[in-house]
């Protein structure tokens, strides 16, 4: 059987490991975790990065930052994995899903604009294959109506939309570091906050719903629960093999863009022929060759 993916190592990922056991200090929050946050706001022009066991927990926390509840919808593409719609779930809220666009797989906007009403809470945009969605007219239509945009950039580390960084096109963006991803840690993610509108709340949510942060940074002189929150912190040993692979993420999406490319240039006679249809990668986005795929027609 053909391996779904195949984990990359970049060749660091154990001495880092070992660098973390020899610290004593293998809970999360420590070194390598300040190392990776500062790592992936320099990638991505982010204010803020906050490491998380996974995306699936950033999406989480974004949706308790943005204030969803009973009664709120929230609009995202039909086409998504089950994380962006538990998410919201989670809140007691309800997914509204729309179409996507036919040639990026991406949510269409045109859909987006028919599915507001008077209980939507936010959009959930998804940049599926790491192909950043149209930004300009979401961020249009969610400003026109009060709507906050929490951006599923799963799969899109190190894509830009119109030069700017996946990352620092929306107040909240969800990153993955499983290990189907460009840069993985196993399991993993990142919530990157665009400004400091959140950061102080994300922290505290982040920690079981506490000031333990602050407590840390010498900002209070009390440890306790304030807030709603969970655990949402990977341990140290991820955040060492993170750290290894976000050194050399640049050096690895130039490697699957050039595998990219040749699958594209090679797919290329079959399109012609109209046997089958490429990805289609707008003029202002740059991918990071997340994926290839083929659209091909159905049978019937």
């Not at 012609?272 to 991918?287: A, F, K, Q, S, Y």
């Amino acid at each position: 059987m053909t391996a779904f993916n195949r984990p990359y190592l970049v060749g660091q990922e154990i001495d880092n490991i070992l660098a973390a056991h020899e610290s004593a200090h293998l809970s999360g929050n420590g070194n390598f975790t300040k190392s990776c946050e500062k790592l992936l706001c320099k990638i991505t022009g982010a204010s803020h990065a906050l490491l998380t066991h996974s995306c699936t927990g950033a999406l989480e926390i974004a949706t308790l930052l943005a204030g969803i509840g009973p009664g709120d919808e929230v609009i995202m593409p039909s086409y998504t994995f089950v994380s962006t719609a538990n998410a919201v779930v989670l809140r007691g809220a309800t997914p509204v899903f729309v179409d996507i666009r036919p040639d990026t797989l991406n949510i269409d906007v045109a859909e987006v604009a028919k599915a507001i009403s008077t209980r939507t809470r936010a959009i959930m945009p998804v940049d599926y294959a790491g192909v950043p969605c149209d930004f300009d007219h979401v961020n249009t239509i969610a400003l026109e109506n009060e709507l906050l945009v929490i951006e599923d950039a799963a799969q899109a580390l190190l894509s830009t939309y119109k030069g700017k960084a996946v990352g620092a096109c929306n107040e909240l963006t969800a990153i993955s570091f499983h290990e189907t991803k460009n840069v993985i840690s196993g399991e993993g993610g990142a919530l990157l906050l665009k400004s400091d509108l959140f950061h102080e709340r994300a922290e505290i949510i982040r920690e079981k719903g506490t000031n333990r942060q602050q407590f840390l940074e010498g900002l209070t002189n009390k440890y306790t629960w304030v807030d709603i929150g969970s655990s949402y912190l990977p341990n140290e040993i991820t955040a060492a093999f993170l750290f290894a692979q976000l050194q050399a993420a640049e050096d690895i999406t130039e490697k699957r863009l050039d595998i990219w490319s040749r699958y594209h240039a090679a797919f290329e006679p079959f399109e012609e022929i109209n046997r089958l249809r490429r990805p289609v990668v707008p003029d202002d986005c740059r991918h990071n060759a997340h994926m290839y795929y083929l659209l091909l027609k159905d049978r019937t």
